[in-house]
Each structure stands twice: as structure tokens, then as C-alpha cells.
T-cell receptor, first 113, second 115 residues
Framework: DAGITQSPRYKITETGRQVTLMCHQTWSHSYMFWYRQDLGHGLRLIYY???????DKGEVPDGYVVSRSKTENFPLTLESATRSQTSVYFCASSGGQGDYGYTFGSGTRLTVV | DQQVKQNSPSLSVQEGRISILNCDYT??????FLWYKKYPAEGPTFLISISSIKDKNEDGRFTVFLNKSAKHLSLHIVPSQPGDSAVYFCAASGWGSSNTGKLIFGQGTTLQVKP
């Protein structure tokens, strides 16, 4: 199916564990993004990527790692999960220059206990 | 430093009336502004946008106004319908070297339209 998909939809993990959230898009969009949504903070950018093998930090990158070996995939890894990383995570993509409208995935609700 | 601010966490209006959602920004390099709508358990979806060279953009019941001198934009929904009840995010972007197309979002405003 065409679109942008995130997996898993829900995840519970323990403090200190490593967890990876997956994001896959089928449009061959150049740009991909990871945001987290928290009450009172809205959507905050964690990391973004302008193309395969090109990534850069957003507003709140600490504790997260990304990679982008293929254009269509942009996984987000929490190396050692903390309770403050409990949040809803959204992946998005866009075509790049001139394309300001992002398309978002349905989100992953992550709970760190 | 919050570059995009939505100072009203919530708004409640009657069906058929006008809903006005507000957004302020601080970065004068922003040149494109967007509104996204988000229902529970779904990702945000694009609603309407405006370029900094315009002061108004209309799409059906939705109109966005931009006041560059005040660094303020607003979203008007007329008439409001119960299905408009959602969280609305304001976002700003610029393709200058410091922004590289990133969207910076506000905190969101939860709109409730009462039947």
C-alpha cells in the first residue's frame, strides 16, 4: 500500500532497554522526519534526513539515534530508554524543496516503565 | 525558545459559529505557514497553508490570515461543524540555510465544536 507506515503502533518497554521505532514510506520522498508529541509542547522535531545517509539533529535529539541507509526507511532508536521518552512518536515525509506539506504516519505510542 | 506559539490550549464554540485559532511566531525568516489538524490516534493531516507574500488564503470553510508585521496568523473556520473538533497545530517553515525545510510546530489548540 502506498503511504507512510509506522510500527509498532504501541510499545511498552522498560527503562534502560533499547527500542527501535520503524518508519517506511513508498513515495521515494527525499525528506523524512521524526517528531514527538507531548502535552504542552506540541510536536517537537527529534531528527530529520534530507536524503539517504544524510541526517541531522532537530530540537530534542538527546537519547535518540537515527539512520537512513535506504530512502524509504528511517528508523528511530532509543539507545537506553528513559521514562521522559514516554511519548507519541510521529514519522513524516516530504518531497523536499518547494514541498512544505508533510505527510505523517499514524504514530507510535511508546511507554517506558 | 518556542519559535511558534499557540497560546490558547483549548477553544469551544457552538456549531454554526466561527472558530478562530491564533498563532504567533518569532523567527522573521519563516516564509511559509501551515495548519494541521489532528484527530485522536491519528497522525496530523495538512489543512491549509499560506506563503509570506500573501495575507490571506481561503479554502472552503477555512481561511488563514497572515499579519507579517505582527508575526501573527490565524485560522478561521466558518461555519464550524462538530466534525471540526480536533487538535489544530500551527507550523512554520523556511528554506533558508538555517531551516532546510523543517517544520516548526506550535503547541496545538484543541477545538471543540458543540452541536
Amino acid at each position: 500500500d502506498a503511504g507512510i507506515t509506522q510500527s509498532p503502533r504501541y510499545k511498552i518497554t522498560e527503562t534502560g532497554r533499547q527500542v527501535t521505532l520503524m518508519c517506511h514510506q513508498t513515495w521515494s520522498h527525499s525528506y523524512m522526519f521524526w517528531y514527538r508529541q507531548d502535552l504542552g509542547h506540541g510536536l517537537r522535531l527529534i531528527y530529520y534526513s534530507a536524503a539517504a545517509d544524510i541526517t541531522d539533529k532537530g530540537e530534542v535529539p538527546d537519547g535518540y539515534v537515527v539512520s537512513r541507509s535506504k530512502t524509504e526507511n528511517f528508523p528511530l532508536t532509543l539507545e537506553s530508554a528513559t521514562r521522559s521518552q514516554t511519548s507519541v512518536y510521529f514519522c513524516a515525509s516530504s518531497g523536499g524543496q518547494g514541498d512544505y506539506g508533510y505527510t505523517f504516519g499514524s504514530g507510535t505510542r511508546l511507554t517506558v516503565v | 525558545d518556542q519559535q511558534v506559539k499557540q497560546n490558547s490550549p483549548s477553544l469551544s464554540v457552538q456549531e454554526g459559529r466561527i472558530s478562530i485559532l491564533n498563532c504567533d511566531y518569532t523567527n522573521s525568516m519563516f516564509d511559509y505557514f501551515l495548519w494541521y489538524k489532528k484527530y485522536p490516534a491519528e497522525g496530523p493531516t495538512f489543512l491549509i497553508s499560506i506563503s509570506s507574500i500573501k495575507d490571506k488564503n481561503e479554502d472552503g470553510r477555512f481561511t488563514v490570515f497572515l499579519n507579517k508585521s505582527a508575526k501573527h496568523l490565524s485560522l478561521h473556520i466558518v461555519p464550524s461543524q462538530p466534525g471540526d473538533s480536533a487538535v489544530y497545530f500551527c507550523a512554520a517553515s523556511g528554506w533558508g540555510s538555517s531551516n532546510t525545510g523543517k517544520l516548526i510546530f506550535g503547541q496545538g489548540t484543541t477545538l471543540q465544536v458543540k452541536p
